[in-house]
């Protein structure tokens, strides 16, 4: 699926349910009605949610949980509420969005597509590994006992995530690709989406996806520090960058220096930084912050989609977007 494409219709979405494009109404009433993607997948923290909107109707699936949705006024951007009357809500900015269950705001979501091909996963008991690229799906299982070449249809968009199915040679395979959080069994490495496969109707489940996706994008605001927040009005920071470098805020001074991904763990290499004297406890503060860094050796994303880096001993560095 074409990025840009996807992204100038979220974007046209925007503009004409805040009213910034006015439709042309000279056509009947249902050309006046935004068109949009059938279905939307966002990702609030580690929540999954659905934004649907078939011919005008709003629905929003939140987990297990399905709400009808008219429109709100908003002075920007797409709104919804909930036509049961409870606070639920949907707020849409583009690939951006901010999701109420019953007055329980979720983390900010973001859009997700189709995984970006080649795209790997691997399950255990036995152990299997998929990779679809853009023309067929192979999958390697039973520790190399079976290998299948499968033509690539272009995926279905379901309540469950992204369906590919397929058959040849008189077998058929479905491979389901999940947005949500999962964690390999093997390593504990997370992973951006949850993955199953079913062969000839007998399922397998396991993980996929790019870790480093979890990581890069927007910064990261550092929360506590070996279990001790942060001092007040401080501000740590950690931004990823595609590259393998790292660069934020130790809480006084700038960062800069390289992280390292693999299937074992998260490290990062020697950290470069500004030196301006800083006064106390920003100092205590950015030492120790700096001391967790190096030493951390692998990461979680916990609940409501926080950052969490673990040192050998036990300590923790916690951040949120």
Known sequence: MNRKLVAAALAAFAALASGCIQPDRTGP??????????????????????FNAPEGRARMDV???????????????????????????????????????????????????????PFTARGQEPGWMITIDADAIFLNADF?????????????????????RTAAEGRRLAVTIRPEICADVATGMPQPYRVRYELDGKAHAGCGGDPRSLLTGLEWIVETIGGVPV????????????????????????????????????????????????EEPLSRQEMRFLELLQKTHRFEIGPQGRLVLHTPDGQRITARR
Not at 88 to 95: I, L, P, Q
């Open 29 to 50: 009433d249902k050309s006046a009605q935004p068109v949009i993607p059938d279905k939307i997948f966002f990702l609030c923290g580690t929540t999954p949610v659905i």
């Open 63 to 117: 987990a297990s949980e399905s709400f009808d949705l008219k429109p709100a006024v908003s002075a920007s951007g797409a709104r919804y509420r909930a036509v049961d009357g409870s606070e639920t809500g949907f707020w849409s900015k583009g690939e951006r969005a901010l999701v109420t269950v019953r007055g329980r705001e979720l983390p900010e979501c973001r859009a997700l597509r189709e995984p970006d091909l």
């Open 144 to 164: 190399g006992a079976l290998q299948l070449r499968m033509p690539k249809n272009e995926p279905l968009t379901t309540t469950e995530g992204f369906l590919y």
């Open 231 to 278: 001092v007040e009005k401080s501000k740590a920071t950690i931004l990823f960058l595609e590259e393998g470098r790292v660069a934020g805020n130790a809480s006084c001074n700038r960062f800069t220096g390289s992280f390292r991904l693999t299937g074992e763990g998260l490290s990062f290499g020697q950290m470069a930084g500004t030196k301006m004297a800083c």
